[in-house]
Every structure is written in structure tokens, then in C-alpha cells.
């Protein structure tokens, strides 16, 4: 079964870091690009960072850049979340999310369940 | 920066009926636009990318249009499993993406 399962999500003071992880199965893992998608409680989606297949290439957006790094252990099947500098606005439920390999599918078709981080003093 | 809207932010619909969503990007963007539904407490699923494209599994009464700024995405026939918040997301490069605020549909 094709699974992306994510952990790290916690309680953190304003300023503080935390690291997310998100363990694949079921696929091959270094095949596919992989991204952080973030819901804020009661709000829509946002796309937070991604990561080609070889962690050759990465993007953010601009809400986290400087402060959030993306990474990945191919040899783990294993994506990463590097969160500094944390702020209330980064609370939200985190996913992992793969990257579609069809032909021009700019997509993500699989999704993990995701992580909470509530940034709180 | 390229903004998405989406109209409305929500409808009500009756069992049966057509319902259209759109999605407009502030500058064109060819076809790389995806569609997703979001059940509550669920996570997203993919439903149409390239703008048209079905995904695998995703019920035929789900269609997706539109290139450059305009998309639209039809439900041919609610159903009541239907009930869910639609988000269109795009691709910009470098790997950049955006989602739209989303459409929240309900039954009348």
C-alpha cells in the first residue's frame, strides 16, 4: 500500500524549531518529487515546500523561506521539514504530500494524514 | 507574484443538479492547473490535473476546462458524497505552487 506517514508535530514557543518527518512506503521513493502542504484550524491550503527527486532542486514559499529547509534520505525513503524561527502563523496541520509522475501532472496525488504544530507561548 | 481566485467561495446545490467552480490566475499559466476535493476531516484528493485530465479513479461526472487564466471545474451531476471544499492549485516553476482559497459546496 502506497503510504506517506508523518511525524515531529508538537507544542513550541514562538521562536523556537522544530523537525517534521514523513516516511514513504508502498512506492519507490527517489522516483518522485515531494512537498510540505500546511492547513492552518478551519482554513485552506497552502503549499509550504518541495523537493525534486534527488534534493537537487527545492522551493518555498515565501511565507517560510529563510526560516524552513526541505530535505530528504532516499536511502531512509524519508522527507524532511526544518522549521526555525517558528511563529504563531505557522500553526497547521502539516502533510507531506508526493508529486505526480504523469506526464504533465503538476499534482500531488498521494497524501499523508499529517503532523499538528501549534506554536504557542 | 501570480494571485488565484476562486468563485464562489461556496454554493448550494440540490441532488442532480450541474454545478461549476472557477478558478482565474492573475497572469496566464498554460494548462498547469490541478483540482482537488477536500471531505471534512479528510485529506485532499486529486481530481483533474493538466486542467482537464481525470485522474485515475475519479468518478466521471468530474471534468476540468479552461487554459491561460480561466478554469472551470464541473460536477455534471451532485451527488450527496459530494459535500466537500474544491481547491484549484497551479504550477508555477522551480517548483512553486499555489492553491486557491477554495469553494465550499454543500446540498440545498
Known amino acids: 500500500e502506497v503510504q506517506l506517514v508523518e511525524s515531529g508535530g508538537g507544542v513550541v514557543r514562538p521562536g523556537g524549531s522544530l523537525r517534521l518527518s514523513c516516511a514513504a512506503s508502498?512506492?519507490?521513493?527517489?522516483?518522485?518529487?515531494m512537498s510540505w502542504v500546511r492547513q492552518a484550524p478551519g482554513k485552506g491550503l497552502e503549499w509550504v515546500s518541495g523537493i525534486n527527486w534527488n534534493g537537487g532542486s527545492t522551493g518555498y514559499a515565501d511565507s517560510v523561506k529563510g526560516r524552513f529547509t526541505i530535505s530528504r534520505d532516499n536511502a531512509k525513503n524519508s522527507l524532511y521539514l526544518q522549521m526555525n524561527s517558528l511563529r504563531a502563523e505557522d500553526t497547521a496541520l502539516y502533510h507531506c504530500a508526493r508529486r505526480s509522475r504523469e506526464v504533465a501532472a503538476y499534482a500531488f496525488d498521494i497524501w499523508g494524514q499529517g503532523t499538528m504544530v501549534t506554536v504557542s507561548s | 507574484d501570480i494571485q488565484m481566485t476562486q468563485s464562489p467561495s461556496s454554493l448550494s446545490a440540490s441532488v442532480g443538479d450541474r454545478v461549476t467552480i472557477t478558478c482565474r490566475a492573475s497572469q496566464g499559466i498554460s494548462n498547469y492547473l490541478a483540482w482537488y476535493q477536500q471531505k471534512p476531516g479528510k485529506v485532499p484528493k486529486l481530481l483533474i490535473y493538466?486542467?482537464?485530465t481525470l485522474q485515475s479513479g475519479v468518478p466521471s461526472r468530474f471534468s476540468g476546462s479552461g487554459s491561460g487564466t480561466d478554469f472551470t471545474l464541473t460536477i455534471s451531476s451532485l451527488q450527496p458524497e459530494d459535500v466537500a471544499t474544491y481547491y484549484c492549485?497551479?504550477?508555477?516553476?522551480?517548483?512553486?505552487?499555489?492553491f486557491g482559497p477554495g469553494t465550499k459546496v454543500d446540498i440545498k
Open positions: 508502498g512506492f519507490t521513493f527517489d522516483d518522485y518529487g
Open positions: 493538466a486542467a482537464s
Open positions: 492549485q497551479k504550477y508555477n516553476s522551480a517548483l512553486l505552487f499555489t
